[in-house]
């Protein structure tokens, strides 16, 4: 059976709610992602000081598809933290979907990361007490405090998008690894968010299952107009993304469109 | 609203399920040690209870007497050249000086419910060849019943005592094999004799009292103890029987007169009362230090094995705040329901107490009452320790770095 028959056979843009993307819609021309010379150090003070990022600059704009690549210890997580709100930068300025992040405090910070940014993490991470829909739904029952019935129907259409609507009552553990990740990404996208950061999402995964998970992810962003930044070691994968950008010593050393996957776009 | 469509309460529950074994021990854990705690303190309340009963059965809370007559050295101008023994004087029986002043004073004090003269002096009971000295106390039917329920303890025969009747105790009844109608002559040290007629005979459920205490009318006392129009004591209750010492202070700052409360007269009674409640507080504290720690080792083994979790939750947007009350409301849970299974568990006991503990004859060693409110006061205290213990643990899940957690 073809592995990825669940994804052509789905209807763009799924369940997702609708409000979300007409607020993209209306600030598109506000870059969805916006680094501006942002240092990163840890240990500031103490001897075993070290800066990981130097003055990054990078711009993503809404519905881009960015490969993030590397040597280990470059600085790709810690950039990835960065971005996904996790961590604060020591200098510089992080805009996400135009608002600056340096402004926010502790709970508007965790706002805007439920609201705007989805992580899919190399390890799925999804609350093994859970079943699949429930942890599709989460990020919705945080945000809005208490269960309803709409945020069940956003989680049973997103789980349907990635092609598990018949795993949805199983504990999270009890699946495997492919659809776990698969479930991931469905929370990933429970919120509608503006930006998709992907932790070398296929990492863990076999061949056949690497390719299920870039795909859906490549139809989300075709469909949805999410816009990715996807960490990756894999050439393979990387090859496939709009655009590559590479970080080396904690510096942006190139950042290019991939021309290959354009043209065959 | 259901609260356990609540994000919180959702995550809080599926976490103790998930680790099932450690939620179900800890509250096993509560249940004993709340247990524990309801068991003993519905056993010291009834032993309290019961010996309070008892003892205010047939004693008033309050008892004002007229003061001690004491010797006065008839040189008071050269006191070092007198010799130095001085005998204290026997005391006479006398009356409370304006007695029905004094009573119409402390009735007016708040907290007295009733107040009533009283005459009492020792005499003899004979009949026949039979002879046995008694108590006679002399009442004032209209009010002594305010403060003595003397006519709850009747057992034979009714209370309305006349001019010419007694009531006499169901052990001296035996004595001179006496019932209800018989005569029985009393005669006191003043050389005066009355015969009377046995009209009631009480139970008290003290053999001391019911073998030496008779009551008469007031009028028949008086004239057998020669205290004519006066009362050798005038017996007040109080409503709450603990601040019995606050008001017998309040009528001493009043009046030259001598007043005792029952806790001066039980004082031994009283320390050890004390000293039950002071163990009692004692075993609550550190049963509920260690229901807190059982609950707070739980819950930080639990912040640790599910740090992950807790990052990731962090991660897609879970407030500080909300992380915090996960861990809350299951130390609040684990308080709960350990304390609901150790009211239960008290509740058996407590029916397994009344079954074992009785005295030889088959009756109650004395009545353990079921207070609602203890069960109720329990299962409060042992939530609010719940919530107290889990808020170090919740603490630190809440301040949990997620991107730390999530690497691990």
């Given amino acids: ?13 799924g369940a997702q709610a609708s409000l979300g993307a007409a607020q993209r819609e209306a600030a598109s021309s506000v870059p969805t992602l916006r680094l501006e010379g942002v240092d990163k150090s840890y240990g500031v003070g103490t001897p075993v000081e070290a800066e990981v990022l130097h003055g990054i600059d990078l711009t993503l704009q809404k519905g881009e598809f960015a490969a993030l690549i590397g040597p280990s210890g470059s600085g790709k997580s ?55 829909l429930e942890n599709v739904m989460m990020p919705m029952l945080a945000a809005r405090g208490r269960l309803d019935d709409a945020m069940r129907e956003t989680a049973a259409g997103l789980l349907a998008r990635v092609g598990l609507t018949s795993w949805r009552d199983h504990k999270a553990s009890d699946i495997s690894g492919g659809q776990q990740q698969r479930v991931a990404i469905a929370r990933a996208l429970a919120m509608n968010p503006a930006l998709v950061l992907a932790d070398e999402p296929s990492g863990n995964l076999d061949t056949e299952n690497a390719d299920v998970v870039f795909d859906l992810m490549r139809d989300v962003n ?38 290959d996957v354009r043209q065959r776009g | 609203m259901n609260p356990f469509a609540r994000f919180e309460t959702i995550v809080a529950f599926r976490f103790m399920r998930e680790g099932l074994t450690q939620t179900l021990l800890i509250v096993f ?4 040690g709340a247990g524990v705690i309801i068991f003993m303190s519905a056993l010291l309340a009834g032993l309290q209870a019961n010996v309070v009963r008892r003892t205010l059965n047939f004693q008033a809370p309050i008892e004002i007497l007229a003061p001690d007559q004491v010797p006065r050295s008839m040189r008071e101008d050269e006191p070092a050249r007198v010799a130095a023994q001085v005998q204290p004087r026997s005391q006479q029986l006398r009356s409370v000086d304006q007695w029905q002043k004094v009573r119409a004073d402390v009735a007016r004090i708040p ?46 025969g009714r209370d309305d005592v006349g001019p010419l009747d007694i009531i006499i105790g169901i052990e001296l009844a035996r004595d001179l094999g006496m019932a209800v109608g018989d005569k029985v002559t009393v005669t006191t040290a003043a050389g005066i004799a009355s015969t009377l007629t046995v009209i009631g005979i009480f139970d008290f459920g003290n053999k001391g009292v019911n073998e030496r205490n008779v009551y008469v009318a007031l009028r028949t006392a008086q ?6 129009g006066g009362a050798s004591s005038i017996a007040v209750k109080v409503h709450d029987p603990f601040a019995a010492e606050t008001i017998a202070e309040i009528i001493r700052g009043g009046n030259n007169l001598e007043v005792d409360s029952w806790i001066r007269t039980n004082a031994q009674f009283f320390s050890a009362m004390a000293a039950q409640i002071l163990a009692n507080t004692l075993i609550r504290i550190f049963v509920g230090l260690t229901v807190a720690l059982g609950i707070a080792s739980v819950l930080v083994v639990s912040v640790v094995q599910k740090a ?55 009756s109650l060693l004395f009545v353990v009452v079921i207070e609602p409110s203890l069960f109720v006061i329990a299962c409060a205290g042992a939530t609010l320790v719940g919530i107290l213990a889990a808020a170090i643990p919740a603490r630190r899940a809440a301040r949990l770095d997620p991107a730390v957690a999530i690497r691990g």
């Fill in chain 2, 223 to 228: 004239s057998l103890l020669d205290l004519p």
């Fill in chain 2, 29 to 32: 854990g509560v249940a004993l």
């Fill in chain 1, 78 to 132: 810690t950039l990835l933290n960065l971005i996904g709100l996790l961590d604060k930068p020591n200098a510089g300025h992080l805009y996400i979907t135009g608002e600056e992040a340096g402004t926010l405090d502790e709970m508007a910070l965790t706002k805007l990361r439920g609201r705007a940014i989805g992580f899919i993490f190399q390890y799925h991470h999804l609350l093994p007490a859970f079943t699949a």
């Fill in chain 1, 222 to 259: 075709a469909t949805s107009g999410t816009t990715f930044l996807i960490v990756t070691h894999d050439p393979r994968l990387a090859r496939r993304c709009d655009r590559i950008v590479e970080l080396v010593d904690g510096r942006i050393t190139s950042d290019r469109p991939n021309l």
């Fill in chain 2, 111 to 156: 907290g007295v419910i009733g107040v009533t003269p009283v005459v009492s002096g020792p005499g003899f009971a004979r009949r026949g060849e039979a002879i046995k000295s008694v108590t006679i106390t002399g009442i004032d039917i209209d009010s002594y019943f305010d403060v003595i329920a003397l006519p709850e303890k009747i057992v034979a």
């Fill in chain 2, 308 to 362: 992950k979790e807790i990052g990731i939750l962090r991660a897609m947007g879970t407030a500080r705040a909300q992380v915090l009350r996960v861990f809350l409301i299951q130390g609040a849970f684990m308080g709960l329901t350990g304390a609901l299974a150790g009211a239960l568990l008290a509740w058996c006991f407590l029916l397994l107490w009344r079954g074992v503990a009785r005295a030889p004859d088959g």
């Fill in chain 1, 1 to 13: 059976m073809d592995p990825h028959a669940h994804i052509r056979s789905l209807p763009p843009g």
